[in-house]
């Protein structure tokens, strides 16, 4: 598994010199070798499956964000209009011919609560729109935009008519909004999920994937439509290319060596308790009495720990219990020592990965599951290298501790556990 790693690595450095230093004109061709070998290549697929749910987390956070700005806008507009009919202009017709890419900000209309409740109206059918370009231009969020209709009332409002609270209110929106948005820029320029979406876009624009049409009438229309079409974004310069490749080379590698450490470090554990610590494991396996499995996670815990990795044992986040967690790593630790354990284990598969999405935050920043087993007794279970789910990938390490097997014709068989049978289990599970 190690050396099986450690070549993938080398690919992917081989890989990313190839591009960075190739001729200008194969660029583009070398880039979308590399990310068509960073998505459909089964060892990246996991790292890459955790930038895009990184990438897509973090959008929809600031996507609540510009929603719940829309609605704190709408409960001003709707203070100010009841309070002060005077500005109450939502009747205002719409100009003739408006171009949506055009607005006129000088028009009438476009500074009324007409427009106002327009924006609101696109909003809750469609939702809120974020923009990443042109970040050095206007703020055209739908919440600036209503920020900017509210001030310009509250301003024609002679100093004795202007309601003070709602004046305060629309300018801690103002300062909040400026705050998201700067910061959500910001980290959008230098984040290696945000590049590898920016480059995944950008590869989509130049190599789009191949439709089925029914008729020549729907490829007509297609056709018709790239040609009508305008360009409103530009492809970026190769060297900004170049900038975001580098940021998602460096987190996958990064990522990748992470994972190797850690998965040798655990997979040392299960040899020294197998093969050179077995007679002290035994002796606490006989003292913990009702506290096994309590008694075995505290044993990898302190392992970890003397091995470079800080890790909390029964750390508690929200309403869930886990029984490790370190900075980038989740471990829940199973025993079992008859045949009656098998539903059990695989339920517990279904737990670990309930628990892991509450790991979903930037502090816990968790990106490897290991589901470490011990077996005691019973049956021998042979489980899968890896069990992929949408979002996670969880490894099962095995610790034998049981007694030495008989050979031959008597040894117990195996039992295979495939990933199939475990996610059947996890879509009947009702807990």
Not at 116 to 121: A, N, R, S
């Amino acid at each position: 598994m190690i050396h099986y790693q450690q070549q993938w690595i080398e690919i992917l450095d081989r890989q990313y010199d190839l591009v960075c230093g190739c001729p200008q004109a194969d660029f583009w061709w070398e880039l979308n070798q590399f990310l068509d070998s960073l998505v459909g290549s089964e060892p990246f697929q996991p790292y890459v499956a955790h930038l895009q749910r990184e990438f897509s987390d973090w959008l929809q956070e600031y996507r609540d964000s510009l929603t719940n700005e829309v609605e704190s806008a709408t409960r001003i507009r709707l203070e100010l209009a009841n309070g002060w009919p005077t500005t109450d202009d939502s009747t205002f017709s719409p100009p003739e011919l408006v171009d949506p890419m055009q607005v006129d900000s000088q028009h009438s209309y476009f500074q009324s609560l007409a427009y106002f409740d327009h924006i609101v109206t696109r909003v809750q059918s469609n939702g809120v729109t974020i923009w990443t370009e042109n970040a050095g231009e206007s703020d055209h969020t739908e919440a600036a935009i209503l920020i900017r209709v509210l001030r310009e009332k509250l301003t024609q409002l002679s100093d004795e008519q202007r309601p003070e609270r709602l004046f305060l209110q629309l300018m801690g929106l103002e300062e909040s909004h400026s705050y998201q948005r700067n910061r959500f820029l910001a980290e959008f320029r230098v984040w290696a999920p945000a590049a590898l979406a920016k480059l995944l876009e950008i590869r989509e624009r130049i190599y789009p994937i191949p439709r089925e049409f029914n008729s020549m009438e729907d490829f007509s229309n297609e056709v018709f439509g790239r040609f009508m079409q305008p360009i409103v974004q530009p492809l970026p310069d190769i060297e900004s290319c170049k900038m975001y490749l580098r940021r998602v080379y460096e987190r996958i590698r990064a990522d990748f060596g992470s994972h190797l450490a850690h998965y040798e470090l655990v997979q040392r554990y299960k040899a020294r308790c197998m093969f050179y610590d077995r007679e002290r494991i035994t002796g606490l396996i006989g003292t913990a009495s009702g506290q096994l499995e309590d008694a075995l996670t505290r044993d990898l815990a302190l392992y970890l720990f003397d091995n470079g990795v800080s890790t909390f044992y029964r750390f508690m986040q929200g309403v869930h219990e886990y029984d490790l967690i370190a900075p980038s790593i989740a471990v829940e630790a199973k025993q079992y020592d008859d045949a009656q354990s098998r539903g059990y284990l695989i339920k517990g598969v279904s737990q670990f990965h309930s628990y892991a999405n509450g790991l979903e935050t930037d502090t816990s920043n968790v990106r490897e599951l290991y589901y470490v087993i011990f077996r005691l007794g019973g049956p021998l279970y042979d489980w899968p290298k890896e069990i992929r789910m949408n979002r996670w990938t969880i490894y099962p390490i095995i610790i034998d501790l049981g007694q030495s097997r008989i050979s031959g014709r008597r040894q117990e068989q195996i039992r295979p556990i495939t990933r199939e049978e475990i996610l059947n289990t996890m879509s009947e599970d009702k807990v």
